[in-house]
């Protein structure tokens, strides 16, 4: 999206387009978190309220801890599960946070580094909880959550 327009999408456009997308593979099920309303477009800004809106994306604050002690409000047991989940999503955006901060100290990011979003899987037998867990995670950080499932039937 170089050249193109960048346009902010409503939670319902995005769960239609993801359904519309995951639709014809077998179960899928879609959970948008309701925020305080849409983050508004930095289309005509200026600098500053472009850097505060960029900041505003990467105001993350919480600690591994933190997301294992939110989990164990819902999750019994699964501790190590937590732990590793908390870990990867504080890691996602302490490294989100470094390389914007490197990009807005340098003007641009270095050769050969760029942002690339890590994945997790998370497997194990039906009813330990594995979409519970990452469904409570994704409400904390208010990010939406999709879910697939990929089994011999779909």
Do not use: W
């Not at 960048?6 to 769960?15: H, I, M, T, V």
């Not at 594995?130 to 469904?135: G, N």
């Amino acid at each position: 999206m170089a050249d193109e327009e960048r346009r902010e999408f409503s939670p319902e456009e995005l769960q239609r387009g993801f359904q519309e997308m995951f639709g014809g593979m077998g179960r899928v099920g879609f959970h948008v978190p309701v925020m305080g309303g849409a983050p508004a477009a930095t289309e005509g800004k200026d600098d500053e309220e472009k850097r505060v809106a960029k900041e505003s994306i990467f105001d993350f604050n919480l600690i591994p801890r933190d997301i294992k002690a939110h989990l164990d409000r819902y999750v019994i047991r699964q501790d190590e599960a937590k732990k590793a989940l908390a870990i990867a999503v504080c890691d996602h955006y302490n490294h989100a946070k470094h390389l914007c901060a490197m990009e807005d100290e340098r003007g641009r990011l270095p050769e050969g580094v760029e942002l690339q979003k890590q994945n997790v899987i998370v497997v194990g037998p039906t009813g330990v909880g594995k979409t519970y867990l990452v469904k409570h995670i994704a409400e904390l950080i208010g990010v939406p959550f999709v879910k697939a499932d990929a089994t011999k039937f779909s």
